[in-house]
């Protein structure tokens, strides 16, 4: 891996016993000085999709931060292991840590401002980063959580029926079950099979905010036309009631899938990222 000013981007696979996870270091022509900022995508999306195509990882290096991005277990170009184990979210959280560990992440030191790592996650990547900043205190310095959710859509998403209309077109009844099958779908990269591992993982797995809430100051956004817009609030108070700032961002207008596009959010996670 080459210098802090390369300006260039690295890449590499994490081997061994990790799920052949796909991570990308992006390196900015000119450095801030400041923590790496690790981007979390959401469900049936991938690193490109979700960052490099709406323009985040860009607004990121323009502003001078070093990025890193990770493909989720069965999406973009990270490998689709056949253990179920390699999907849950508890291993997954182990694996970024040795991702970013890998990326020269250092432990927060008081006085050190490049010291630590910023975490922003969109849907999925929002759970993913809540439980990392609750548990990794010693390197999460702030997080930004797009499309946040009390809730994981994922533990209601029904299994069977998903593979009886895969097997032979039996119609899905349940609607949530049936766009969240559509949109995995949608991209031919993901492995649909390693997806539904993915979810079946969740499900032994719940997420509870207020299990572990992350003491760290934090902002959440969600458009005006996300049906998870409320729960904002409740986020809000589970951060506050660990003794943690949270604020709140709105975009007028937006939806859950077109939310992260929002010059707006890009413009306001760099902004509140840079304190």
């Known amino acids: 891996m080459s210098g802090r000013h390369s300006g260039q981007r ?3 696979t994490v081997e061994g016993t990790d799920p052949q ?3 990308a270091v992006h390196e900015p022509g000119s450095d801030a000085g400041l923590r790496p900022v690790l981007l979390l995508h959401g469900f049936s999306s991938s690193s490109k999709l979700n960052w490099e195509d709406t323009g985040w990882i860009q607004s990121l290096l323009q502003a001078g931060r070093r990025v890193i991005t990770v493909d989720l277990p069965g999406h973009g170009r990270s490998g689709a292991p ?23 992440v250092r432990p927060l030191q008081e006085g050190e401002p490049g010291s630590g790592l910023d975490v922003v996650g969109y849907s999925l990547g929002s759970r993913l980063a809540w439980e990392f900043g609750a548990t990794q205190p010693e390197i999460v310095h702030r997080l930004v959580l797009g499309g946040p959710n009390v809730a994981d859509p994922l533990a209601e998403f029904d299994l069977i029926a998903a593979q009886d209309y895969l097997a032979d077109g039996t119609p899905i009844a349940d609607e949530s079950t049936a766009r969240l099958l559509k949109m995995a779908l949608l991209l031919p990269s993901n492995n649909i099979f390693a997806l539904l591992s993915l979810v079946e993982a969740i499900k032994a797995e719940p997420y ?8 760290v100051p934090m902002l959440l ?8 817009i409320g729960s904002l609030d409740k986020l809000a108070e589970l ?3 660990a003794g943690a700032t949270a604020e709140q961002l ?3 207008g937006r939806n859950h899938t077109n939310a992260v596009t929002s010059r707006a959010f890009k413009q306001a996670a760099i902004d509140f990222l840079a304190a």
């Open 82 to 104: 056949e253990d179920r184990d390699s999907y849950s979210p508890s291993r997954i959280r182990a694996d970024l840590l040795q991702a970013a560990f890998d990326a020269g």
């Open 221 to 228: 956004v969600a458009g005006d036309q996300d049906e998870r």
């Open 239 to 241: 951060a506050a009631g």
């Open 21 to 23: 996870l796909y991570v």
């Open 10 to 12: 690295q890449t590499h």
């Open 250 to 252: 709105v975009l007028p």
């Open 208 to 215: 509870d905010p207020a299990e572990a809430v992350p003491h």
